[in-house]
Nanobody, 124 residues
């Protein structure tokens, strides 16, 4: 079993920045893909970004490209999401997710484990 715990959410002014973290623990962790998704009130969960095990491959939703950066530190079993130039449209609960193979899918049903979510609120 795998546990994912997000942290770093909070309230930020429009134009500001936040960094989310997601720490993984549990069974032997190696060669897994990590992703970030978000869900705003009344909307479906949507893909944000994903990163390969090595960190050498990343993929972003068009809505965050150039503003958000996904990264990982495998020595800490942690993935990060640096979010810059935040706007009201970015306010949501952000979830990290883990997939047990090298693919970088954007569909949430392709991931095996999920965190509990971190709230990001953006004030205008």
């Amino acid at each position: 079993q795998v546990q994912l715990v997000e942290s770093g959410g909070g309230l930020v002014q429009a134009g500001g920045s936040l960094r989310l973290s997601c720490a993984a623990s549990g069974r032997t962790l190696s060669s897994y893909t990590m992703g970030w998704f978000r869900q705003a009130p009344g909307k479906e969960r949507e893909f944000v970004a994903t990163i390969s095990w090595s960190g050498g491959s990343t993929y972003y939703a068009d809505s965050v490209k150039g503003r958000f950066t996904i990264s990982r530190d495998n020595s800490k079993n942690t993935v990060y999401l640096q979010m810059n130039s935040l706007g009201p449209e970015d306010a949501a609960v952000y979830y990290c997710a883990l997939r047990w193979d090298p693919l970088l899918p954007s569909a949430d049903n392709e991931y095996d484990y999920w965190g509990q979510g971190a709230q990001v609120t953006v004030s205008s």
